[in-house]
């Protein structure tokens, strides 16, 4: 097929792609660039594939209202990383992009900009959220 149609046809997935947060999660708070989601489809929970906007922070909460995985998205709409603490028994970071996945369970030297964001969204959590979903 020639650049226009593959160009249209890769802009149809993306799409598809970035329109599944809206049907698949609902906000049930948002500040600044922070927003937390809960899943609206009973499957197991999971954060979105795809941001709708470059740089923004989802907290995807469990059903019962807890903090299940915050996950920082890149300008390209894509995981940068993620901060899963929905396991009890191993919370752990997941660190994507162009290099293979890597994990690192919470117990690890933990780096600076991913603590500050975590205590950043535990203190909106606390303060805002808990309670109210």
């Known amino acids: 097929m020639g650049g226009r149609g593959s160009n249209l046809e890769v802009k149809q997935y993306l799409n598809k792609q970035l329109s599944q947060r809206t049907s698949e999660y609902r906000c049930a708070y948002s500040e600044g660039n922070i927003e937390f989601l809960v899943q609206n489809a009973t499957h197991p929970i999971s954060a979105p594939v795809f941001s709708n906007t470059p740089g923004r922070i989802y907290v995807t909460l469990k059903r019962n209202g807890e903090i299940y995985e915050v ?28 290099h293979p996945l890597r994990t690192k369970l ?26 109210s979903v």
Request: charged fraction near 25%.
């Open 106 to 131: 919470l117990g690890d030297q933990i780096p600076r900009e991913h603590m500050q964001l975590l205590n950043r969204v535990v203190e909106i959590y606390n303060k805002k959220v808990k309670g």
């Open 71 to 98: 996950t920082q998205y890149g300008s390209n709409h894509e995981k940068e990383f993620s901060v899963s603490l929905g396991h009890a028994n191993e919370p752990y970071i997941h660190e994507h992009g162009p």
